[in-house]
């Protein structure tokens, strides 16, 4: 107890990232049980504020337009809310969203006599499918049998997987992961929280009583792939030249910062929701 005071003593921000850790987690625990619209709106806030920081990262170097990327994030979100888009409506809206950035560098081109259409569309397009497209699947998974217990395994074995490895990497570490993106991790910490998440999703099959191999093949692939999202974040704030996306969570920075291994388990997610139903 004494060595734990200590700690929270000297670490003058432990305790507020503590406590808003503690707020994400019972946050998105209610959303995922309660579901229906009370989870639509969790999962849309943070899928918004998630794009608002890409848009951020990439507005000084990529010419696109707010207008359009937030707008398409709303209509998918709320159109999937609200049940009217199903997976082919939300990639049809995708592919909708990517000929309207070109038709406005075209535009652009023909006023001012510049354009950037290479780089607007992909970026445009890019923060749709990397930030919108997976919190939508979280959407829809929430909506079938069983939906609940698959984000909770989801979630927790994220949680577990990022506990696991920043206590591995720090006590057991010794061989750089990623040196030039993330100099901190290392194999030993990704080996430990990948083992963790598998875990987790073993001890929920059994908590859950359902058939074990669907959870621990989501707990395997959240903790490979999870920490693999947390690389490719990285690489765009080393190229942005930031430290944190944004600073909405006090403590942990942006929402895409607390966020980015969600992004690519909640689309293995539901993948895997979509093979076993």
């Not at 432990?14 to 619209?37: D, H």
């Not at 919108?132 to 909770?152: C, D, K, Q, S, Y």
Request: aromatic share 10%.
């Amino acid at each position: 107890m004494e060595k734990l005071k200590e700690f929270l003593n000297s670490s003058p921000d432990i305790q507020l990232r503590a406590f808003s850790s503690v707020f994400i987690v019972l946050a998105i625990m209610g959303g995922v049980i309660l579901g229906g619209f009370v989870w639509d709106v969790i999962a849309s806030a943070a899928a918004l504020f998630s794009l608002w920081e890409f848009y951020k990262l990439q507005s000084p170097r990529v010419h696109s337009s707010l207008l359009l990327v937030m707008g398409a994030a709303v209509f998918i979100l709320f159109g999937t809310s609200l049940g009217l888009m199903d997976l082919t409506a939300i990639l049809c809206s995708i592919s909708a969203v990517a000929f309207i950035a070109l038709f406005l560098e075209v535009m652009r081109r023909q006023v001012s006599g510049e354009s950037d259409a290479l780089a607007s569309v992909g970026a445009t397009v890019g923060g749709i499918v990397y930030i919108v497209l997976p919190w939508t699947f979280m959407m829809l998974i929430r909506m079938r049998e069983h939906g609940a217990m698959f984000l909770l395994t989801l979630f927790f074995c994220t949680w577990c997987c990022d506990v696991a490895a920043y206590f591995t990497g720090s006590h057991f570490g010794r061989t750089p992961l990623c040196s030039q993106v993330s100099p901190h991790k290392t194999w030993e910490g990704f080996a430990g929280g990948a083992a963790a998440s598998l875990m987790c999703g073993g001890l929920l099959a059994l908590i859950f009583s359902f058939p074990p191999l669907p959870l621990l093949l989501l707990g395997l692939l959240c903790g490979v792939a999870g920490q693999l999202g947390d690389l490719g974040e990285s690489v765009l704030k080393r190229e942005a030249g930031v430290k944190d996306t944004g600073n909405i969570i006090p403590g942990h920075g942006g929402m895409l910062d607390r966020f980015d291994s969600i992004l690519v388990n909640g689309t293995l997610a539901f993948v895997i929701f979509e093979l076993v139903g």
